[in-house]
């Protein structure tokens, strides 16, 4: 990432402040490589708060992950209902990438990549259908224990918002930046905090624009007023 030294200073000061208000009270565990996998490519856009209610959902109205990977994105759809954004696309990006574990492991499971080097399981990711470095990101960190940090969408607009990273820097590109600036053993920790500064930034935003949004209906309502009169 352009100017990442100076970047880096700038995240180290502010990191402390978003963890304080972070309030993080444990660290999860993820024992599914594959329901991390969902979970992270269905909460790209809202974080995994919603994104496991969708899971759950799946997993109450499907006999498993295999079933999952023979549906539609329509029929996953109607059983997640709009509990994510961009529902039926998350579905697509789901069964794609169930597909493609499939057709390599002749089963829905990516147990195997326990067995193999943590920069093998890594590259696994690379050009599997329907995981973008997010959901590749999140099994290595979550399932996996590797060293990776994964950055959703709110979290990547709320870094380039703070002016903590560079404007035109991508998601695999910050990503690689926080992990070289964050230990190993602090990368899990990071991880939940930026998740939860990326939806304070973004309520923020929400209610800032409701006030902006009244005060432009009632100067409009005033001058209504105005021209009756």
Known sequence: MKDGTRYA????????KMKKS????????WPDPIERLATAILG??????QALRAV??????????NEVRASYPVELHRVIG???????LRCASLIRALNAIYNREHVVSLERLRSIGRREARHYFDDLDGVDSYAAASVILWSLGGHAIPVGDRALT???G????????????VQAFLERHVAADKAKETALVLEAFG???????????KVAAKKQTKKKTKKRRRAKS
């Open 9 to 16: 200073a700038r995240f180290k000061r502010a990191y402390a």
């Open 162 to 173: 703070a002016d903590l990273v560079h404007p035109t820097a991508g998601r695999a590109d």
């Open 22 to 29: 972070a309030a993080i009270a444990e660290i999860p565990e």
């Open 199 to 209: 939806a304070a930034t973004k309520s923020a935003r929400s209610a800032r624009k």
């Open 56 to 65: 759950k959902k799946l997993n109450e109205a499907m006999v498993d992950w």
């Open 158 to 160: 709320a870094l380039r």
């Open 82 to 88: 709009n509990q994510v954004p961009s529902a039926e």
């Open 44 to 49: 790209i856009e809202c974080g995994d708060h």
